[in-house]
Each structure stands twice: as structure tokens, then as C-alpha cells.
């Protein structure tokens, strides 16, 4: 891993996987223009997932170090950095020390600090495609493919029991990884032990696929491995059924999108809503960028930034 060099203009870092083919290279300086902020640069810190701990704390010491390098959004490291450099932050919000992940790392009156902004912008995101008493009706349920740090900031939002009633009738969770689906069962135990959840072993795409069938229709079926962008392929196979009326979210917004390709197999025949996963790009990014600018993006703000955005997609 070789590390940026010393900033010599206000810089952002993006700390991802194959952070160059990222919209948000080409999106970052209209935004900056809109937002006021001409003159700050996005750069990419490419790791490899599940990097050596000491390789997230050299980029974590780096950027508290640098005059000039005001903060990074973190994507696929969420938990793996946090686990590795969370000793070196001033400040961790309640999100973060909850949640086990940083998705936002910025400076403050000379402080480090760390957010988890993944239950925000997933919420957001959620509420603009999900009917708002969705939850109360037709014993609609949720399953999360996946159960890593987007699985548990979804949970996290969609259980909180200020919600009263209005939350899923079960929630489904699949994992390949034992530590993983141990880790999600832990937090949603402290966010609603109350809540109705399943968590499953899974060794294959043909056990998704059985898992999805028995949903009851108006289920919401979330895509948070990260298959179809960074790596090939689907968590379900083409045999796979969807709920009838139900809600497809593909969390990814680029790649292959093998999982959003088989949801439009079946818009027609099961009455799906499909959304992908360039809504919460957004939510998240702005979420960060006005975290690491200490900038306030009200709505209307927000509003013409989504618009450029869907000018330049």
C-alpha cells in the first residue's frame, strides 16, 4: 500500500476497493463547485478487503497528520478500519462505538473524529422508495442478503423501536460468515431484542434462493453483499424467485448488477419496485462530504446536487 502524498490543497480521501472507477470521481468537483468548496480534490486510497490492520492505521495517522488532508468517506473497510485504528480518534459518535464500523473520518477543532453516517443516509435512501406505513401492512418482511456493515446500518434504522409497529414482521438475514452474522445479531440485539430475526449460514446462492421463496409478498429484499460491483455475480441464482409486490433494493449503483438484471426478469410477472443503490451513493456522499467540510446541505442544496448527479450518471 503506498500512501498519498502531502496534501497541498484542502483534499478529501475516498478509502475503498477500486475507489477510481467510482462516480464520484467525476461527480466530486460540481458538487465542490455547488457546495462552494472550489479548489478541495477528492483522492482514492485503494485497499485490499480485509487489509492488514496496520496498513488502515498508516491511512488513518496520515490524514489526522496532514495539515491539509480534512477527512475520507470509507466504503467496504467500514468495520475492518475501525477495529484496526478506532484508539487513534478523538471522538466516536454513538453510531460508530455501536455499531463496530466508521464510514466518515474528519477533523474538528484539531480532533479526529468518527461517524458511522450509514444509518442516516440508508434511512433517507429507504424513505424515498418504501411507502411510509409500509411495515404496518400486508405482514411485509425483510431480507438482507449479506451482513456487513450496510446490513447492519439498514437494521439499525429499519428496527429502531421508535417506530413502534411499523417495522418488518421478520427479518431475514443470510451470511457466509459465521463472525459476521455473529456480529449483526449482536448489535440488533442492543438496537430492538424484541425484533423478529433469522440469521442463516449460507454456503451457496441456491439456499438464498429458498430463503426468498418462503417470503410473503410486499417483502423488501436487500442486496448488501457487494456482488455485481466489486466482485462478480449474484447471491441468488436465475431460479430464484422474488416476492410477489415486493421491494427490490440493489445496494450497488455500478458494475455488472447481476442481482438488479434478475429483479427486472421479474418486474412484470411479481409487480416489483426495483431500485439500485445510486440514491444512497448520494445520501451517503453529501452525509461525509458535509461531515469533512463542515458544510450544511439543506434541502434544496440537496436537491440540485441530486439533479447534477443524474445529469452526469
Known amino acids: 500500500m503506498k500512501l498519498p502524498e502531502k496534501a497541498s490543497v484542502p483534499t ?50 496520515f490524514i489526522k497528520n496532514d495539515e491539509l488532508s480534512m477527512g475520507a468517506l470509507v466504503t467496504t473497510h467500514k468495520i475492518d478500519l475501525y ?7 478523538d471522538y466516536l459518535d454513538p453510531f460508530a462505538q455501536m455499531l463496530g464500523e466508521l464510514s466518515s473520518i474528519s477533523k474538528k477543532d484539531g480532533k479526529l473524529q468518527g461517524h458511522a453516517k450509514d444509518p442516516i443516509s440508508s434511512g433517507l435512501a429507504l424513505e424515498s422508495f418504501v411507502p411510509k406505513n409500509h411495515w404496518n401492512n400486508d405482514n411485509a418482511e425483510l431480507f438482507i442478503i449479506g451482513a456487513g456493515g450496510s446490513a447492519i446500518a439498514i437494521s439499525a434504522y429499519l428496527l429502531d423501536p421508535n417506530k413502534g409497529e411499523n ?39 441456491e439456499e438464498n434462493d429458498e430463503l426468498m421463496f418462503k417470503l410473503n409478498p410486499y417483502s423488501l429484499v436487500i442486496n448488501a453483499t457487494g456482488l455485481g460491483k466489486d466482485r462478480p455475480g449474484s447471491p441468488l441464482t436465475d431460479n430464484g424467485k422474488f416476492p410477489h409486490n415486493g421491494i427490490i433494493w440493489e445496494l450497488n449503483y455500478r458494475g455488472e448488477l447481476d442481482f438488479k438484471h434478475q429483479a427486472l426478469a421479474q418486474i412484470e410477472d411479481k409487480n416489483l419496485l426495483i431500485e439500485d443503490g445510486w440514491i ?28 447534477i448527479s443524474n445529469q452526469m450518471k
Request: aromatic share 10%; proline share 3%; charged share 30%.
Open 167 to 205: 417495522i418488518p414482521t421478520k427479518v431475514i438475514i443470510a451470511d457466509k460468515s459465521v463472525k459476521r452474522l455473529e456480529e449483526i445479531e449482536r448489535i440488533i440485539n442492543k438496537v430492538n431484542p424484541a425484533a423478529n430475526i433469522e440469521y442463516h449460514l449460507i454456503s451457496d446462492a
Open 280 to 307: 444512497y451513493f448520494i445520501h451517503g456522499w453529501t452525509q461525509v462530504v458535509s461531515e469533512v467540510f463542515d458544510l450544511e446541505i439543506v434541502r434544496e442544496k440537496f436537491i440540485r446536487i441530486e439533479q
Open 12 to 61: 478529501m480521501y475516498f478509502i475503498g476497493v477500486t475507489t477510481g472507477k467510482s462516480s464520484i470521481m467525476k461527480l466530486f468537483p460540481a458538487w465542490a463547485e455547488e457546495l462552494g468548496i472550489e479548489g478541495a480534490v477528492l483522492k482514492g486510497i485503494d485497499l485490499e478487503i480485509h487489509a492488514q490492520p496496520e496498513d488502515y492505521r498508516k491511512v488513518v495517522e
Open 83 to 89: 477495529e484496526a485504528a478506532n484508539d487513534l480518534f
